[in-house]
């Protein structure tokens, strides 16, 4: 149930000197294993589950590893808890089968957990945020509540001060999933993902490379629209994306798209465009193209719909007359621009007076964000949820442990570090 980020932690049933902190899964890179070092060496007991291959490769430290079926993960995890007298867990993808069975169990045991997770603020902060995201962050909904918590808190330097590195991240990515199809020696692991990896990053190539083509035909369609169109974005998300599956109504983008195509048709001005922007890493195993021409030409609006492969998001933000998208961190791009939001699913910026709360068909005629309670919003997410830096590259990779490491050693997770 949201509330204030400052609620007090729960008990464990230790001092604060006797952490236990155990990690389950995390992100694919060295950030997991280098923090676990930082608090070891701030005097906490660390330990690590593996339940696949990909987990072992990026712990080469000592690990408890599970070969055991799901079905049996609940008991061998409560046992694990017990035994351990764990304090804290520390995972990534709190809607993993794995994760929310041990989260249950450390509910019921007054266990912290810990979520990490690419940033909800872009390119180069990451979050660590108690027991979860989105529906189940502790994050106030009460625009006056976020008004009085950002009383104190200091302006945000917004400036990206750490590049990550894809190559890299889509290096270990690959060697992550493609090492979880070995029959050896976690025979029963179950994977999260929703398509198989190896048609996944054949069609991510293809998309990438094609990625200069798509950019032209953005540039095409965009010198095309008379200049006083006026235009909408619609933000696509990738289908294996948790967010989607797990904090919203749709078992698919094709549902969300279509209801926004239906909304436009019905209310959106005459003159006005719709442009569905697609996810830069999507694979394309659906063939959005298509499917989005033959959505709009259902609903009678096939010249007033186009499709993006690419495109500069921020000049597309500026220029457009506002975003819609299931629960993307594009809306908080979005309110970071001063443009207007509606958000389809559950997301932590669904809040009176930052995004529109109304019908999608509405959503046309909406006023603008209120930008003191948008500034107000932003300050608290920077200094309650968030560290800086990045989770493959250097210097960003450093800062991220001991940021990380800062947080968790002092128990102020969800607490605005000044």
Same mark, same amino acid.
């Given at each position: 149930m949201p509330g204030a980020p400052c609620a007090p932690r729960p008990a464990a049933g230790s001092t604060m000197t006797e952490r236990r902190i155990l990690f389950l899964q995390g992100p694919i890179s060295p950030f997991f294993w280098r923090l676990g070092q930082a608090l070891a060496a701030r005097g906490h007991i660390v330990s690590r589950i593996n339940v696949c291959l990909g987990d072992r490769i990026f712990w080469p430290g000592p690990a408890t590893d599970? *070969?055991?079926?799901?079905?049996?993960?609940?008991? !061998? &995890?409560?046992?694990?808890?017990?035994?351990?007298?764990?304090?804290?867990?520390?995972?990534l993808g709190e809607q993993r089968p794995y994760h929310r069975i041990a989260i249950a169990a450390a509910r019921q045991r007054g266990i912290q957990v810990a979520v990490t997770d690419f940033g909800y603020i872009r390119p180069d902060w990451i979050i660590l945020e108690r027991d979860g995201m989105n529906r189940d962050s502790h994050f106030p909904r009460d625009p006056a509540a976020i008004m009085e918590l950002a009383?104190?808190?200091?302006?945000?330097?917004?400036?990206?001060?750490?590049?990550?590195?894809?190559?890299?991240?889509?290096?270990?990515?690959?060697?992550f999933h493609l090492a979880n199809m070995a029959p050896w020696p976690f025979p029963h692991f179950e994977r999260f993902l929703k398509f198989h990896p190896i048609p996944t990053y054949i069609a991510t190539?293809?998309?990438?490379?094609?990625?200069?083509?798509?950019?032209?035909?953005?540039?095409?369609?965009?010198?095309? !629209?008379?200049?006083?169109?006026?235009?909408?974005?619609?933000?696509? $998300?990738?289908?294996?994306?948790?967010?989607?599956r797990a904090y919203s109504p749709y078992p698919d983008m094709d549902t969300p798209i279509e209801e926004a195509i239906q909304a436009f048709a019905q209310g959106a001005p005459a003159d006005s465009h719709l442009i569905v922007k697609v996810h830069p890493l999507d694979p394309g195993l659906k063939r959005w193209r298509f499917?989005?021409?033959?959505?709009?030409?259902?609903?009678?609006?096939?010249?007033?719909?186009?499709?993006?492969?690419?495109?500069?998001?921020?000049?597309?933000?500026? *220029?457009? $007359?506002?975003? &819609?998208?299931?629960?993307?961190?594009?809306?908080?791009?979005?309110?970071q621009l001063g443009q207007r939001v509606h958000a389809q699913g559950e997301a932590i910026y669904r809040i009176q007076g930052l995004s529109h709360l109304g019908r999608l068909r509405d959503f046309w005629t909406s006023p603008l964000p209120d930008p003191a309670l948008a500034d107000a919003f932003l300050r608290c997410l920077a200094h309650c949820?968030?560290?800086?830096?990045?989770?493959?590259?250097?210097?960003?990779?450093?800062?991220?442990?001991?940021?990380?490491?800062?947080?968790?050693?002092?128990?102020?997770?969800? $607490?605005?570090m000044v």
């Open positions: 599970y *070969a055991g079926r799901l079905r049996d993960w609940p008991g !061998f &995890i409560a046992d694990y808890l017990d035994r351990e007298r764990i304090t804290d867990i520390l995972l009383r104190e808190l200091p302006p945000v330097d917004w400036t990206t001060r750490y590049q990550d590195d894809f190559p890299t991240q889509a290096r270990w990515d690959m060697l190539g293809w998309h990438l490379l094609m990625r200069k083509l798509e950019g032209r035909r953005a540039r095409s369609v965009l010198q095309a !629209f008379p200049s006083s169109a006026p235009f909408w974005i619609y933000a696509m $998300q990738m289908e294996t994306d948790y967010s989607i499917r989005i021409g033959r959505i709009a030409a259902r609903h009678g609006v096939a010249g007033r719909v186009h499709y993006f492969g690419t495109g500069r998001l921020d000049d597309l933000i500026v *220029a457009s $007359q506002g975003v &819609i998208t299931v629960n993307s961190t594009v809306g908080i791009r979005a309110l949820l968030h560290v800086r830096g990045v989770y493959y590259a250097e210097p960003g990779l450093t800062v991220a442990v001991e940021g990380a490491a800062e947080r968790i050693d002092r128990d102020m997770l969800n $607490q605005p």
